[in-house]
């Protein structure tokens, strides 16, 4: 990374070096050249300054380097030694006058800079535009202008470093600057970073106002705000309105979906043997909720049970009132704990209601997020020796690190060792799974939505995707990341998928030839599965049962089980399963089933009967391989 820095360093000032070299080059040989040529009676401090003095005139074109002076000084020409100095001099005359050039075209470049850098904004094309001055703003500009290999205009207070292909413009107060707007004209992105949360959400909103077109990313810190900044400014908006393409990314969200997609919690348990998933979160801020987020909507599966998560916290009152007035539905559905304690430090009470936790089902990965009193690094590895002590785990322990704490990278899918330390949630990973360096932002949501419109489109929700409400978005993105959990409840091995790959932004590929649902039991098995995700989705955008629908209030009556569910909604569920036939694509490199999921499970009559009432024909979907 230093030799790196070191080359853009040396890129970014070529010119600047360049001349440079030039005037030493020049001076040195004029200087030599002179001091030899000059009369013998010319000696000391008179000798220098005359050769010092000519040696300048190399640099404004003196009559001295033409031949016409040489003889007023009385240097005879013929003379071989002579010659070969008046070369050496000629060679000095060129670069005396490349550098004099240079130095003429560099200033005039200075004097010149703001009326080309304007003119220099106006015609980038298919860049990214970043405001902030934040270190996540910088790292993406970093890694879009070295991945993508793309230019970016970069909106800054002040340029604390010059990345290749960065063009760095002076931060306007508002972004009604005409130098803002044309920076924006044909931008292939808008990504906004600010010093505080409260900006970033003001800019990030006027900004997709001004560019509707454009898709704009916000980033922030907090997961719950980054899903609720539309919900304050939506409104019915008209048949013709364009809407936005803004989309807002927790940063902390992005951390925990990397390291749930990487190392699925659901493939740690079933690895581990266990019956259901059991996470440990010592430190709850924000990547800790986020990581909860994320667990119920991508670590779904039908074949373990519902998930357990507990919290080690200092604060842990505190914070599970938080917890549960931001999701007020989410402890009736999910075994959720807080204990309070430090998790460097876990004391004898806090240990004893560990153990009782651990006694119901044994841990399936630990996460240290926060350090309350000490960096995660130290956190995680006083957890690893107590836990090695006194027998409380075996799982691996993750450490939030957005420099990799120096643990090497571990392959997505990978067997840990007993309490093995591992790091998460990197800066490229962040990036990746923000999808900040999609080439098509939420291409995959797009997508799963045109299929909606296509074949159950009713409701507020059939409209195109730059109208829709960014909660019928989110549905879209989340149902997209349950893919794999969903292929992985089929039978089939995923490690193909996420092994040393980031967030996929392509559908997933299944190999030629296999049957995605093998009878009517496997079909509907997924079909519950889906019911699971979407009250999970429900309930983590803060909805609760209620006996009737009230978007204020957020009460939903479907937030039951599936066998539960009226008949037309449980239709409904089933022939959305049915569309994951459309949505995977098959291949000779793509993914098969697992040999331990190589027989289906015995079909019962009445989920064929479940899939006649829907209007799916098995023979048409279950016994057909996928197209």
Same mark, same amino acid.
């Given at each position: 990374?230093?030799? $790196?820095?070191?080359?853009?360093?040396?890129?970014?000032h070529?010119?600047?070096?360049?001349?440079?070299?030039?005037?030493?080059?020049?001076?040195?040989?004029?200087f030599?050249?002179w001091?030899?040529?000059l009369p013998?009676s010319?000696t000391?401090?008179?000798?220098?300054?005359?050769?010092a003095?000519?040696?300048?005139?190399?640099?404004?074109?003196?009559?001295?380097y033409?031949?016409?002076?040489?003889?007023?000084?009385?240097?005879?020409?013929?003379?071989?030694t002579?010659?070969?100095?008046?070369?050496?001099?000629?060679?000095?005359?060129w670069t005396?006058?490349f550098?004099?050039?240079g130095?003429i075209?560099k200033?005039a470049?200075?004097?010149?800079?703001?009326?080309?850098i304007?003119?220099?904004?106006?015609?980038?094309?298919g860049?990214?535009?970043?405001?902030?001055?934040?270190?996540?703003?910088?790292?993406f500009?970093?890694?879009?202008?070295?991945?993508?290999?793309?230019?970016?205009?970069?909106h800054?207070?002040?340029?604390?470093?010059?990345?290749?292909g960065?063009?760095?413009?002076p931060?306007?107060?508002?972004?009604?600057?005409?130098?803002t707007?044309?920076s924006?004209?044909?931008?292939? $992105?808008?990504?906004?970073?600010?010093?505080?949360?409260?900006?970033?959400?003001e800019?990030?909103l006027?900004?997709?106002?001004?560019?509707?077109?454009?898709?704009?990313?916000?980033?922030?810190?907090?997961?719950?705000?980054?899903?609720?900044?539309?919900?304050?400014?939506?409104?019915?908006g008209?048949?013709?309105?364009?809407?936005?393409?803004?989309i807002?990314?927790?940063?902390?969200?992005?951390s925990a979906r990397?390291?749930?997609h990487?190392?699925?919690?659901?493939?740690?348990?079933? $690895?581990?043997?266990?019956?259901?998933?059991?996470?440990?979160?010592?430190g709850f801020?924000?990547?800790g909720?986020?990581l909860v987020?994320?667990?119920?909507h991508?670590?779904?599966?039908?074949?373990?049970?519902?998930?357990?998560i507990?919290?080690?916290?200092?604060?842990?009152p505190?914070?599970?009132?938080?917890?549960?007035l931001?999701?007020?539905?989410?402890?009736?559905?999910?075994?959720?704990?807080?204990?309070?304690?430090?998790?460097?430090?876990?004391?004898?009470?806090?240990?004893?209601?560990?153990?009782?936790?651990?006694?119901?089902?044994?841990?399936t990965?630990?996460?240290?997020?926060?350090?309350?009193?000490?960096?995660p690094?130290?956190v995680?590895?006083?957890?690893?020796?107590q836990a090695r002590?006194?027998?409380?785990?075996?799982?691996?322990?993750f450490?939030?690190?957005r420099?990799?704490?120096?643990?090497?990278?571990?392959?997505?899918?990978a067997?840990?060792?007993?309490? &093995?330390?591992?790091?998460?949630?990197s800066?490229?990973?962040?990036?990746?799974?923000?999808?900040?360096?999609?080439?098509?932002?939420?291409?995959?949501?797009?997508?799963?939505?045109?299929?909606?419109?296509?074949?159950?489109?009713?409701?507020e929700?059939?409209?195109?995707?730059?109208?829709?409400k960014?909660?019928? $978005?989110?549905?879209?993105r989340?149902?997209?990341?349950?893919?794999?959990?969903?292929?992985?409840?089929?039978?089939?091995?995923i490690?193909?998928?996420?092994?040393?790959?980031?967030?996929?932004?392509?559908?997933p590929?299944?190999?030629?030839?296999?049957?995605l649902?093998?009878n009517?039991?496997?079909?509907?098995n997924?079909?519950?599965? &889906?019911?699971?995700?979407?009250?999970?989705?429900r309930?983590?955008?803060?909805?609760?049962y209620?006996?009737?629908?009230?978007?204020?209030?957020?009460?939903?009556?479907n937030?039951?089980?599936?066998?539960?569910?009226?008949?037309?909604?449980?239709?409904?569920d089933?022939?959305?399963v049915?569309?994951l036939?459309?949505?995977?694509?098959?291949?000779k490199?793509?993914?098969?089933?697992?040999?331990r999921?190589?027989?289906?499970?015995?079909?019962?009559?009445?989920?064929?009967e479940?899939?006649?009432?829907?209007?799916?024909d098995?023979?048409?979907?279950?016994?057909?391989?996928?197209?």
């Open positions: 990374m230093a030799l $790196r820095r070191f080359i853009i360093t040396i890129r970014n070529s010119i600047g070096i360049a001349l440079l070299i030039g005037t030493i080059v020049t001076f040195a040989l004029a030599s050249a001091n030899a040529l013998d010319m000391g401090w008179e000798r220098l300054s005359q050769a003095y000519l040696s300048l005139r190399a640099f404004v074109f003196g009559d001295e033409a031949g016409i002076g040489l003889q007023a000084l009385g240097i005879a020409e013929a003379d071989g002579s010659t070969a100095l008046q070369s050496q001099l000629h060679i000095a005359r005396g006058a550098v004099a050039l130095a075209l200033a470049l200075t004097v010149f800079r703001e009326p080309l304007r003119v220099q904004a106006i015609m980038r094309a860049h990214a535009v970043v405001f902030g001055d934040s270190l996540i703003a910088r790292k500009a970093e890694d879009w202008a070295t991945i993508r290999k793309r230019a970016v205009t970069h800054a207070h002040e340029a604390e470093h010059k990345w290749d960065v063009l760095t413009l931060r306007n107060a508002r972004l009604n600057a005409r130098l707007l044309n924006l004209r044909w931008a292939d $992105r808008i990504v906004i970073s600010e010093s505080s949360e409260a900006a970033t959400i800019t990030a006027e900004a997709a106002r001004q560019r509707p077109g454009t898709p704009t990313f916000a980033i922030v810190r907090d997961p719950w705000l980054a899903e609720h900044v539309h919900h304050a400014i939506e409104h019915k008209e048949a013709g309105e364009q809407g936005d393409l803004l807002t990314v927790s940063e902390h969200s992005a990397a390291v749930l990487r190392h699925p919690a659901y493939l740690l348990a079933e $690895r581990a043997g266990h019956g259901r998933v059991h996470i440990l979160i010592a801020g924000g990547l909720e986020a987020r994320d667990l119920l991508t670590n779904l599966v039908s074949f373990l049970d519902r998930p357990m507990t919290v080690l916290d200092l604060q842990a505190k914070k599970s009132k938080t917890f549960a931001r999701y007020p539905g989410l402890a009736d559905h999910y075994d959720i704990s807080f204990i309070e304690c430090d998790a460097a430090a876990v004391d004898e009470a806090a240990c004893t209601r560990l153990v009782e936790r651990l006694e119901r089902a044994p841990l990965a630990a996460y240290v997020t926060t350090g309350e009193q000490a960096p690094l130290a995680a590895l006083a957890l690893q020796e002590r006194q027998g409380l785990f075996e799982a691996p322990i450490i939030a690190a420099d990799g704490a120096g643990l090497p990278v571990r392959p997505g899918g067997d840990f060792q007993p309490c &093995e330390l591992a790091a998460f949630g800066w490229s990973e962040i990036n990746s799974a923000g999808g900040l360096l999609d080439r098509e932002p939420d291409q995959l949501a797009r997508e799963v939505h045109e299929t909606y419109l296509k074949f159950e489109a009713a409701g929700a059939s409209v195109p995707w730059p109208r829709l960014e909660r019928f $978005r989110n549905s879209n989340r149902a997209v990341a349950h893919t794999h959990a969903k292929l992985a409840s089929l039978g089939f091995d490690s193909p998928l996420i092994r040393n790959r980031p967030i996929a932004t392509t559908r590929v299944v190999a030629t030839g296999e049957t649902f093998r009517a039991t496997e079909f509907m997924i079909a519950r599965l &889906e019911h699971e995700r979407w009250n999970a989705d309930l983590v955008d803060g909805w609760r209620g006996p009737t629908r009230d978007d204020l209030k957020r009460t939903h009556p937030l039951v089980s599936f066998d539960e569910l009226p008949p037309d909604i449980a239709a409904y089933i022939r959305l049915a569309r036939a459309d949505w995977v694509r098959t291949g490199d793509g993914i098969m089933r697992s040999a999921f190589s027989t289906p499970p015995p079909e019962r009559g009445e989920d064929r479940a899939l006649k009432a829907a209007g799916i098995m023979d048409e979907i279950g016994n057909c391989s996928v197209v």
